[in-house]
């Protein structure tokens, strides 16, 4: 009798531990905050303080979702970031020449791909471009856009896994000698082809990750249609 009593246990602790991770919006814009940051910049430690702080708002996740990208053209001052790319400051770059500017600076904040001056919590967006749902199982991943107007659309899909409270003593460059702790740092960057508006791959996440964010765009495009994030653990 005992046996029959925690077999069923059993079988629903496993099956909590498999559920899904399940991320999702409404039909109301969630915003995409970028900033572009190096642990090479002396300018960058206050604002990388400010995205910290996001992290207690009770609009993350639904209202924004926030992700740094670490550059790497600031390393050439002696310090090799560990979390800079350069895929990211090539990212930088093409936002530079969509806005026909000749030049990248740090740090630098983009809101839903445009080129972003404040330093305030973004509110509620007035724009209902539809849902985004992205959920893990299993190591399979699967995506679906459902249009506000109903219809669906091939889109490009960008999955970011997002690092926290990660510590750095910098050795060298205009921050040696400090002590970095950082948030929100992207780790990975994966890009799928959503045909129709729906996709489906293998993914497992970086094993460091804290958060996930998933946006939506035009193909071939950097500006983000929807965005959706949340907490891995």
């Known amino acids: 009798m005992r046996l029959v009593i925690l077999i069923p246990f059993l079988i629903a602790t496993l099956t909590a531990q498999a559920a899904d991770r399940v991320f999702e919006t409404g039909p109301q814009k969630t915003h995409l905050i970028e900033l572009f940051t190096s642990q090479g910049c002396s300018s960058c430690p206050p604002a990388e303080a400010w995205l910290s702080k996001l992290k207690c708002e009770p609009g993350l996740w639904k209202n924004f979702v926030p992700l740094a990208f670490h550059v790497d053209y600031w390393d050439r001052l002696g310090w090799r970031d560990p979390f800079a790319s350069k895929e990211w400051t090539a990212r930088q770059y ?48 699967v995506a679906e856009f459902v249009s506000a107007t109903g219809g669906t659309k091939d889109v490009d899909l960008y999955i970011a896994t997002l690092g926290f409270d990660l510590t750095t003593k910098v050795g060298a460059g205009e921050n040696s000698g400090r002590n970095l702790r950082q948030d929100f740092v992207v780790l990975s960057l994966t890009n799928q082809k959503m045909s129709g508006g729906k996709t489906e791959f293998a993914f497992n996440p970086d094993p460091r990750a804290g958060a996930i964010a998933a946006w939506i765009t035009s193909p071939n495009q950097l500006e983000a249609i929807q965005a959706v994030g949340g907490w891995l653990r």
């Open 94 to 141: 093409q936002y530079s020449t969509n806005w026909k500017s000749e030049s990248v600076y740090t740090p630098g904040f983009v809101l839903d791909g445009r080129e972003w001056m404040e330093r305030t919590v973004p509110t509620l967006s007035a724009e209902k471009p539809g849902a985004l749902k992205f959920s893990i199982t299993n190591g399979k991943a």
